[in-house]
């Protein structure tokens, strides 16, 4: 961690994420949520604000929400109250946002992840529920920004999709704690099957508070904001460059002022957006338009009851059911998709360990070569774990069988034709093999004298020989047996 | 055809005309756009006159009538046009909402439609609906028949007028603080405010979201039950909306017996002008006549109410008038530098002084280190006013007082002291912030003007307050039409003529 680089500070880091759920239609109108369609196209007098319109919950994205609570380990409140959060800009139709402000969805829950194989905790303040902003476009001037621009336009196709807002306390005590934290949590709601958290597409952003104090300190010091990030990468970049900014100015006796600031991933500094003078007031008051939102325990308890195994409870499994190491079980059982396909490859016969470094090595390795996700390979589960079958029964060599999985993603192949017809079917048969190794003692009689002669590592240069005889499918292990047997005899 | 006098004629007398086949639904719109043409020019209560829609629709109605049975079917309405209506110019009385084609059909107008009523235009209100005299109209000052020098009452103003003057049937209005009642008791008819989510507010262009209902104003209290009949129920579109535990009955109360009706002295020490409280009093006799008793009560929080809605609606009106900021529909500012500059002077430019008054009340009163002390401590007044009632409920079964503590008062005489029109609403405001229906029905003359009396009910209390309202109704005998005198100058509205409106007549109502 970076503790040793800050000599004498540490960071406090609280991080808020923002998920864009993916539900088949908006927070508060019936129109469908979808991407990549053509401007304006799904839009009502709800979500364009026009007047007289009024919003009605979803009570799907109500369900997302408190999944995504209940795997926080939070309280969801059975009483529930939204508010307007008051501001004009043209990608808010109504000039307010309805959102949570004092009574949210659920409060007080936690979150363990794992970092350099130490698992931490983080508080979780709350879960509330919003809708989101539409898409503004700015033509010509600076790129994104409206000032100076000739022309705007805006995209109310993305306008009033639900959204959630997790927000943790300030317990984060690194930058990579905090790309971990958002990672597994990330994880976690694309395991719950109510997000895709798809990055490009800014389905999940993130806002980091930070502040520094002396280490060991139960204070906490100014904070900064930094806004909008969708990218672990410049998350962790970001906090890297504000951490020793904040570090310095303290130590050159300045003050911390409390402001949000842009990271730019060009240049690795902050800059701020704005101060604390210039903060919005929002005037957040409760939305007259609709009663508060009562949530029964009992559909409480049946989410609960029906949530999807998590990331850290499979991993946990895994290393139980398969005997996997957590380091093994982490990297299989963190995805859904990924630790689906292994327990496939295990159901279909494969053993387990076996079967993990398979999906681990050659497979990950696939995917990661054609882009593709896990599940989507251009192996299915089912050849794979024959193939793995075909190294554990020794049919096939582990090196012979690397190439055999290369050739079954190139020619969509099944294991067995492809041993066949290349010829790679491992030989450990001994009245073959014996023929071989005969040949192979009677044609080194130097050798022969050598090992006799007390040199047993020239047993490497026999196999050498039969392998190479044998075309390489001679069975290793089988192959040193029957030389030990001839060599002693 | 029998002459028909739409200055008397009710909805139960012209159903039955029509039902009896005495008279066509296209006669009966015909006597309406007639009274139009002759009274219009001096009453001003319509924004839009739909006029060719509603001969075309009536005749449709008439040719279809076996096919369109509809309870309502051929009635001419009035709607305000604070109610959106597809194709049909809405404007709210507002320069900002001066060319606006709603894309929709408001909830409650969409049912009356759907039982083919012939809607005959769009009324005159304040602007937004905020105001008493719908003098804060951006296009026009409406008349009040009675006394044409004198205010209709507001803000449902052109549809009390548009009721009095015999230019409607009946009419749809909005209440947020009596804007139903109170110019139904101006204008010497029935109007009544639901309670709270008993009508849809979908498409209703919100003023204070927690506060407005649509309402009918109509020529009798067994109108006033016919068609609230048709407007309310749980919209899936509103989700303050909800079902009534009863349906709406038709009223046929003659008697009062054991009827308790509570009135409460605070309100009858807030101004009330002696020709009012004289009216008052004899209608209290009437209803001891009928077998009622009258009980003396207290509301004691009723001093604090007006306050408590004058930061509660104002707040959210601040809110709800943020959408029109001339980004998408409606008025926008001409060659705007940026965008702040576009937000202000749309926003300057389209909206009235009162609006502008209201928005800056609300924002203020809701920004950081204020929300507290005003619209935290008006919630909470809130509260105690609807206690008030609770516990006075638990004695009385209606609550009494007069409508507005004055007649109608002259155009242009409270137009500068804004605290003098707020002061209009003090017996109307209570109901609103408890969410009570309660209703206004004539009760007497005072110089020539109308008087109103008002029932406040518990929480769904409608069908027990329409009986109430119903028996005293006959027992009062109020002649409905007006004289159209004049005892002073009109003043003429300042800003917009509706002329700049432009109406797609093909897409209304077909």
């Known amino acids: ?489 | 055809m029998t002459s028909l006098d739409p200055l008397r004629l009710t909805a139960r007398q012209a159903k039955k005309l029509l039902v009896d086949g005495e008279i066509s639904s296209a006669e009966l719109t015909k006597v309406y756009l007639d009274q139009i043409e002759t009274v219009e020019g001096k009453v001003r209560a319509y924004i839009l006159v739909t006029a060719d829609n509603a001969a075309r629709y009536s005749t449709k109605v008439d040719r279809e009538m076996q096919a369109m049975r509809g309870p309502l079917a051929g009635l001419p309405i009035a709607v305000k046009d604070n109610m959106v209506t597809e194709g049909v110019t809405t404007t709210c009385a507002s320069k900002i909402l001066a060319n606006y084609q709603p894309v929709y059909t408001a909830t409650a107008v969409r049912q009356v439609w759907e039982d083919h009523v012939v809607v005959l235009g769009k009324t005159n209100l304040d602007e937004f609906a905020m105001g008493s005299s719908t003098e804060n109209s951006a296009f026009q000052v409406t008349a009040n028949p009675w006394d044409l020098s004198t205010v209709p009452g507001g803000s449902s103003g052109g549809s009390a007028a548009a009721v009095a003057a015999g230019e409607a049937l009946w009419a749809l209005g909005s209440d947020t603080g009596g804007s139903i009642r109170q110019p139904a008791s101006l204008c010497g008819i029935v109007g009544m405010k639901p309670t709270y989510g008993a009508v849809s507010r979908y498409g209703l262009i919100a003023f204070a979201s927690s506060l407005d209902q649509i309402g009918p104003l109509t020529r009798s209290v067994y109108d006033c039950a016919l068609l609230l009949q048709h407007l309310v129920g749980r919209d899936p579109r509103d989700s303050t909306s909800v079902e009534l535990p009863e349906p709406i009955a038709l009223p046929s109360a003659e008697r009062l017996d054991g009827l308790r009706v509570g009135v409460p002295t605070e309100y009858l020490g807030v101004g009330i002008e002696p020709g009012v409280r004289a009216r008052f009093d004899e209608a209290l006799a009437r209803i001891e006549d009928l077998g009622g008793s009258i009980v003396e009560i207290s509301l004691p929080h009723t001093e604090y109410a007006l306050p408590a809605y004058y930061i509660i609606a104002p707040a959210e009106a601040s809110a709800n008038l943020a959408r029109f900021d001339g980004v998408r529909y409606g008025y926008r500012c001409a060659d705007p530098e940026d965008l702040t500059d576009l937000y202000e002077r749309t926003r300057g430019e389209g909206f009235g002084p009162e609006v502008k008054r209201r928005v800056m009340i609300g924002t203020y009163a809701l920004s950081a280190g204020y929300y507290d002390a005003y619209y935290g401590r008006a919630q909470r007044v809130r509260t105690m006013v609807r206690r008030d009632f609770d516990r006075a409920f638990a004695e009385v079964d209606l609550i009494a007082s007069p409508t507005s503590p004055t007649v109608a008062f002259k155009a242009g005489a409270r137009t500068a002291d804004p605290l003098a029109m707020y002061v209009c609403d003090i017996c109307t405001i209570p109901a609103n912030l408890a969410g009570l229906p309660a209703i206004s029905i004539p009760c007497g003359l005072s110089d020539g003007l109308p008087v109103g009396f008002q029932l406040i009910g518990p929480a769904f209390s409608e069908n027990r307050m329409l009986e109430a309202a119903h028996a005293l109704e006959g027992a009062v005998g109020f002649d409905t039409a007006p004289s159209f005198k004049t005892s002073g100058p009109r003043p003429e509205a300042a800003g917009w003529t509706p002329g700049e409106i432009t109406y797609r007549p093909e897409d209304a109502q077909s």
């Open chain 1, 1 to 489: 961690m970076t503790g040793a680089a800050n000599s004498g500070w540490e960071p406090v880091i609280g991080l808020e994420m923002h998920v864009e759920l993916d539900t088949q239609t908006k927070m508060f109108c019936g129109c469908a949520v979808t991407k990549g369609d053509d401007p304006n196209l799904h839009t009502c007098p709800v979500c364009l604000a026009h007047p007289g319109a009024l919003p009605v919950v979803n009570r799907r994205a109500v369900e997302y929400a408190a999944r995504i609570a209940l795997a926080l380990n939070c309280t969801v409140q059975p009483r529930n109250i939204f508010h307007r959060k008051n501001y004009f800009y043209p990608d808010s139709p109504k000039a307010y946002q309805i959102s949570q402000y004092d009574e949210p969805l659920a409060t007080q829950g936690w979150f363990e992840y794992w970092v350099d194989g130490e698992k931490l905790r983080c508080r979780i303040n709350r879960v509330h529920m919003e809708e989101d902003a539409a898409k503004l476009v700015h033509a010509g001037g600076e790129a994104g920004r409206i000032a100076g621009s000739d022309y705007s336009m805006v995209d109310f196709n993305r306008g009033g999709t639900p959204l959630i807002e997790i927000v943790t306390e300030p317990d984060i005590p690194s930058p990579e704690a905090a790309r971990e934290f958002l990672q597994q949590l990330r994880n976690v709601v694309v395991e719950l099957g109510v997000s895709e958290c798809n990055m490009e597409e800014g389905q999940v952003r993130w806002d980091a508070n930070v502040s520094v104090r002396p280490a060991g300190s139960e204070e906490l010091g100014t904070r900064t904001e930094l806004k909008n990030m969708n990218s672990f990468r410049y998350l962790q970049q970001a906090l890297d460059a504000e951490i020793p900014r904040q570090i310095e100015a303290l130590e050159a006796g300045e003050k911390i002022e409390q402001e949000t600031l842009h990271f730019d991933p060009d240049t690795g500094t902050t800059t701020p957006l704005r101060s604390k003078e210039e903060a919005h007031d929002y005037r957040y008051f409760p939305e007259p338009d609709l009663v508060p939102l009562d949530v029964d325990p009992a559909w409480v308890e049946e989410l609960r009851a029906t949530q999807p195994e998590l990331p850290a409870a499979r991993v946990e499994r895994f290393m139980e059911q398969y005997g996997l190491s957590r380091a093994d079980a982490t990297v299989l059982g963190s995805a859904g998709a990924l630790a689906g396909f292994y327990e496939e490859v295990v159901a279909a016969g494969a053993g387990a360990k076996p079967a993990a470094n398979w999906v681990m090595g050659e497979y990950l390795a696939h995917l990661n070569t054609a882009g593709l996700e896990a599940g989507h390979g251009h192996v299915t589960s089912e050849r794979l774990a024959r193939l793995v079958q075909l190294v554990e029964d020794g049919s096939v060599s582990t090196s012979a069988a690397k190439e055999v999985f290369a050739i079954m993603i190139e020619e969509r192949a099944e294991p067995e034709a492809v041993v066949d017809e290349r010829g790679l079917r491992q030989i450990s048969d001994t009245s073959e093999l014996e023929a071989i190794v005969a040949g192979v003692v009677a044609g080194n009689p130097a050798q022969v004298a050598q090992y006799r002669g007390g040199k047993q590592q020239v047993i490497g240069y026999f196999v050498g020989q039969v392998m190479k005889a044998s075309g390489g499918r001679a069975n290793p292990q089988v192959v040193s047996d029957l030389l030990r047997r001839a060599l002693d005899a």
